[in-house]
T-cell receptor, first 112, second 114 residues
Framework: DQQVKQNSPSLSVQEGRISILNCDYTNSMFDYFLWYKKYPAEGPTFLISISSIKDKNEDGRFTVFLNKSAKHLSLHIVPSQPGDSAVYFCAGLNTGGFKTIFGAGTRLFVKA | NAGVMQNPRHLVRRRGQEARLRCSPM?????VYWYRQLPEEGLKFMVY????????ESGMPKERFSAEFPKEGPSILRIQQVVRGDSAAYFC????????????FGPGTRLTVT
């Protein structure tokens, strides 16, 4: 049962342009949604989160949008930089259980 | 470095042996989570522990896998009688009490079963 889905395995973007990573979910009980970034041979690094009662959260170049009616969220990176090239995981969290459910990830390539 | 520490970083075991993976949480964090990542897949939740307590082990295989977080020392994920399908990257995360939405991950242990 895939409660969190990232349907694009990879995305390629030119440096300086916007990167948009998408995520869909099926579990209406998630209280928080999180985005993590992962480089090879390293653990995931927390990027940004959004509470289920919000529709937008912004932190520097990173903005996450949540559309609860569509059960969809997206991460926008503006402007994209080569150092942003990594795998990005979307995750949902039910704070009642603290079990974080991850999507399969999207590999972002930012070309210089 | 006050981050989450995991050791060993790489572990090779033959089929039937035991694997012990260690995780030291960030200073001040009392909650530990273990995840497994199979090749080309996302991270799968295994178990959530507080000191001396298993809170949620719904992601743990019913046999051969166990986890503990003793009062003193690191959290241990133990896999008995390993099989080839156990080969994966195992990640530990920690969080402050009551802040499961703020999990910090260690670098992972890559287990290879030959």
């Amino acid at each position: 049962d895939q409660q969190v889905k990232q349907n694009s395995p990879s995305l390629s973007v030119q440096e300086g342009r916007i990167s948009i990573l998408n995520c869909d979910y099926t579990n209406s009980m998630f209280d928080y949604f999180l985005w993590y970034k992962k480089y090879p041979a390293e653990g995931p690094t927390f990027l940004i989160s959004i509470s289920s009662i919000k529709d937008k959260n912004e932190d520097g170049r990173f903005t996450v949008f949540l559309n609860k009616s569509a059960k969809h969220l997206s991460l926008h990176i503006v402007p994209s930089q080569p150092g942003d090239s990594a795998v990005y995981f979307c995750a949902g969290l039910n704070t009642g259980g603290f079990k974080t459910i991850f999507g399969a990830g999207t590999r972002l390539f930012v070309k210089a | 470095n006050a981050g989450v520490m995991q050791n060993p970083r790489h572990l090779v075991r033959r089929r039937g042996q035991e694997a012990r993976l260690r995780c030291s949480p960030m200073k001040g964090h009392s909650h530990v989570y273990w995840y497994r990542q199979l090749p080309e897949e996302g991270l799968k939740f295994m178990v959530y522990l507080q000191k001396e307590n298993i809170i949620d082990e719904s992601g743990m295989p019913k046999e051969r896998f166990s986890a503990e977080f003793p009062k003193e020392g690191p959290s241990i994920l133990r896999i008995q009688q390993v099989v080839r399908g156990d080969s994966a990257a195992y990640f530990c995360a920690s969080s402050p009490a009551g802040q499961g939405y703020e999990q910090y991950f260690g670098p992972g242990t890559r287990l290879t079963v030959t």
